[in-house]
Structures are given as C-alpha cells and as structure tokens.
C-alpha cells in the first residue's frame, strides 16, 4: 500500500472533473463540477456544484449554476466554514469562469493521455482573479464504470489499475 502526503491547496475554486461521461460512458462528453473554496462540499454531495459538459471541441451543452450558501476554507488557524459572499459583476451560481475552465479541461484531458484510459480527477485552483490560472491535480483515478457501461469503457477500476502500473516508477514498486 503506497501512502501520499502533500501540502493542502487554499482553493479558492474547487472540484471534480471527468474525462468522459461517468453515467452513460460517452468519451466525447467532459464533465467538470466545481464549488467555492475547498472542494469537500463537492465531494460530499453537500452542496449542488456548479455542473458543466462540454465536448472534446469545448462546446457547453449544459451549464447549471451552483447553490452553495457556505464554502470551505483553509487558513493558519485550519478548515472552517464561512458563508459565501457574492463578488461584485459575478454572474449568481457560476463559479468558474471560461479562462478556469478550459484551464480543468487541459488538465484532465491531459492525464487521460498519459494513463490511456478515462478519468476522474480532483482539482484546486488557488489563484485570484485576474492572476494567471493554476490548476492543482489533487488526485487522479480510472471513473468507476456505469452498470450500463458502453463498449470499449473499462472493465472495472481493477483492470484500469493494472493498467496504469505501467506510469508507477520502478521504486515505487519496491525494486
């Protein structure tokens, strides 16, 4: 069992995103959810995120806004929950704008690329508005299959896992 540790992201944006369609399993269809500040509400199902899919050509064929009244944020004192003020000029219920969003887009579409297979990541955007966009990759792994799963998708995160052992470096492993 491998164990990683690493320094928490003070997101200001946050969320999950998929490299294909995690119900229906359609490879042309990117979805990406994201909630203000850390992204545990996202995860949690706490909040409804801000829902987008897009095609691979970065066509938006849904975008439902998010209802969040409390967010998650990180500071020297730890993780706290505040109540969400609304920036002047945003539009209500968008949390990403298209700048951040192709910036998730590339990173995923990037890491289904090195792993071969679709994926479901987890990222954090730290930076402010109007400063240069970084994505942080928090985590990576194959989307769990759909029951009703079409051809070609995955037959389950073991075999997907197997496959990506091929990116894990050799000491690792434990050679």
Do not use: Y
């Amino acid at each position: 069992m491998a164990v990683g540790v690493q320094t928490l992201v003070r997101a200001r944006v946050a969320g999950v995103a998929f490299s294909a369609h995690p119900l229906d399993a359609d490879r042309d269809c990117i979805v990406v959810e994201a909630v203000l500040g850390l992204g545990v509400p996202a995860v949690s199902g706490a909040v409804r995120p801000e829902h987008i899919e897009l095609t691979r050509a970065r066509q938006i064929s849904r975008r439902s806004p998010a209802r969040q009244e409390r967010l998650h944020v990180a500071d020297a004192r730890g993780v706290r929950e505040e109540p969400v003020r609304c920036q002047v000029g945003a539009t209500e219920g968008a949390v990403l704008d298209d700048v951040e969003l192709d910036s998730v887009v590339d990173m995923v579409l990037a890491v289904e690329t090195v792993v071969g297979f679709p994926v479901d990541v987890e990222w954090a955007v730290a930076s402010a508005p109007g400063e240069p966009v970084v994505v942080s990759l928090l985590q990576a792994r194959p989307i769990a299959p759909a029951p009703n799963r079409r051809p070609g998708w995955p037959s389950g995160q073991r075999s997907a896992f197997r496959s990506a052992e091929r990116f894990v470096p050799a000491r690792a492993k434990g050679s």
